[in-house]
């Protein structure tokens, strides 16, 4: 899986009630939901994304509430990776559930500033900063991890498999 | 080598002799659990997983506890979608406005959640029923539909961190001050993916409700579950309550923890967590002159019958003070009547509180007390990031009962001491 797209820099604890507000969760339609993406700390970031933009982020990204609403509403708002230090494991198990793909790297956090230009291959654990002209090698998922991506989430697989 | 607590339930319920940390497992689910703002979306995602039938009907808890009574045309259509799924599933325990109370509050309280379960709910505070000495995990609405469907729930066995105190709790100090000062000094990610085991000599001095108000703020380390073995206040809460047997475990004496920390709580004051991070914590004498608007005593953090007494302790006989709105929300029905039958209802309603029936409500910026910009607001509930109870410029600080309640009273931040 090959991703390149512009990257929207955030730092350490980004949580949910940033990534959406519980008042918005009276709808689970992504579109709606992504339309208030981010919006306390980066109002408009919605309109500003462009289809196959990545967030590379600090810390403990998406910590808080379990909603799957949050990945669902980055998805939805175009984004096709997050990058961050390390995600909080609700998010990180609901990412993969619904095919949102994350990476966890302190380096390449630490070198992309916003508006960097990332190139990811997934399969060969690898990072490009283009505008950078950085290489960064990236830790491998695990199997299991791996067969859900491939598989389109845990629902698809769930399908295909009829068990976990 | 030996096991923790935490193990020893994953293990049993992945028919497993043993587990250890970084193990990926699958377990069996004892209870699962979802609200009216995550079952819609595990009710989408079980039914396009081809699901026709949940696993057992006995063991799911429906709760529409969030935005109800419904605040809105969006949110009463949600709860609809579960309501219908729920009869048409036979879903035994399903709670609607009526019956409904806040869902970690109800769920020990009816006996649904016991020792040596494994609980998953799609909330993240569902790791307070490792109060009970139960393995409990919050995930999200894909998981839930998935295990409302096998029954079972992959899982990575956390590694374990020990938390002993020690002392005697001092007056005022209730499990909200010992959590919100262990969080202090963890960080909101210095349990992530880990199990939290909370021991020590204090343990036996705290009641249940401090023990599910202390649990349940394990996420907010970022833990995966917190847990307490349980002792005989445990089996005194569960035994009448209990319609299903139930195993205890306990960590061996050779079990291994990742880390341990001490903590002293005899010299603690109450504490209170600054916008807006539940880590960003203080001892009152330290918070400065903060005035406030609002006042919110309640939630699964802090709704149990134990912390309005305490709340209504202080309220005796007292007016809350001009400008501030105070907002006190059972968490469950049940306990609404047993403060109502001990005239606390009243002390709360003569001090000028409003008191609502349960809902999650303003914990989460819901409804029933949304801040407006600038405005400040003492809670007593779990959350405190950037527009959790309302405008992005609004600012909520975490404090147990006592400290809400005596804010309440001054007007701005303080501790009880100052108004007693
Ligand atoms: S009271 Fe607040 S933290 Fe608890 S379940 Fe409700 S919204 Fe979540």
Known sequence: ?164 | MGMTITEKILAAHADLDMVKPGQLIKARVDMALANDITAPLAIKAFKSAGGEKVFAQDKISLVLDHFTPNKDIPSAIQCQEVRKFAYEQDIINFYDVGSVGIEHVLLPEQGLVLPGDVVIGADSHTCTYGALGAFSTGVGSTDLGAVMLTGEIWLKVPPSIKLVYKGSLPKWITGKDLILYTIGDLGVEGALYKAMEFCGETISQLSMDARFTMANMAIEAGAKNGIFAPDEKTEAYVQPRAKRTYQIYRSDPDAEYLFTREYDVSTLEPQVALPHSPDNVRGVSEVGEIKIDQVVIGSCTNGRLEDLRLAASILKGKKIAKGVRCIVIPGTQQVYLDALKEGIIETFIEAGAAVSTPTCGPCLGGHMGVLAPGEKAVSTTNRNFIGRMGHSQSEVYLTSPAVAAASAIAGKIVGPEEVN
């Open chain 1, 1 to 164: 899986m090959n991703i390149t797209g512009k990257a929207w820099r955030f730092g350490d604890n980004v949580d949910t009630d940033i990534i959406i507000p519980a008042r918005y969760l009276n709808t689970s339609d992504p579109k709606e939901l992504a339309k208030h993406c981010m919006e306390g700390i980066k109002p408009g970031f919605t309109e500003l994304v462009k289809e196959g933009d990545i967030i590379v982020a600090g810390r403990n990204f998406g910590c808080g509430s379990s909603r799957e609403h949050a990945p669902l509403a980055i998805k939805a708002a175009g984004i096709q990776v997050v990058v961050a230090k390390s995600f909080a494991r609700i998010f990180y198990r609901n990412a993969f559930n619904i095919g949102l793909p994350i990476i966890e790297s302190e380096e390449v956090v630490d070198a992309t500033e916003e508006g960097d230009t990332l190139k990811i291959d997934l399969d060969k654990g690898e990072v490009i900063n283009l505008t950078k002209n950085l290489v960064f090698t990236i830790q491998p998922l695990p199997d299991f991890m791996k067969e859900l991506i491939t598989d389109g989430g845990l629902i698809p697989h769930l399908a295909k498999k009829g068990g976990y």
